[in-house]
């Protein structure tokens, strides 16, 4: 009944790392275009990372390249979201979601969406 199930999330210290994961059931994620946006109190919702159902190019926004790695394990029917070197900045909650398409690291046509992950960077 819910398609998108996220886990990972937490409090780290400014400079570690956190590896979220988002795990599908009835829902195919070889199907879709994955990704990941997330949403900081008083922010709009902002497009991560995106992955290619066909390729698996993925495509990142800037302030998080080099940092954050977006990766799938089809066996798993598993997407992840690998931060290192995190900074106060990435403090937000993040969704995963599943679309149509990687309009570059913005999912598009966004069609589920995981429940949330909260992520606390301090400094």
């Known amino acids: 009944q819910v398609h998108l199930i996220e886990s990972g999330g937490g409090l780290v210290q400014l400079g570690g790392s956190l590896r979220l994961s988002c795990t599908a059931s009835?829902?195919?994620?070889?199907?879709?275009?994955m990704g990941w946006f997330r949403q900081a109190p008083g922010k709009e919702r902002e497009g991560v990372s995106c992955?290619?159902?066909?390729?698996?190019?993925?495509f990142y926004k800037d302030s998080v390249k080099g940092r954050f790695t977006i990766s799938r394990d089809s066996a798993e029917n598993t997407i992840y979201l690998q931060m290192d070197n995190l900074i106060p900045e990435d403090s937000a909650t993040y969704f995963c979601?599943?679309?149509?398409?990687?309009?570059?690291?913005?999912?598009?046509?966004?069609?589920?969406w995981g429940q949330g992950a909260q992520v606390t960077v301090s400094s």
């Open positions: 979601a599943a679309g149509t398409g990687c309009s570059n690291y913005v999912t598009f046509a966004v069609g589920h």
């Open positions: 992955i290619s159902r066909s390729t698996g190019a993925t």
């Open positions: 009835r829902l195919r994620l070889d199907d879709y275009y």
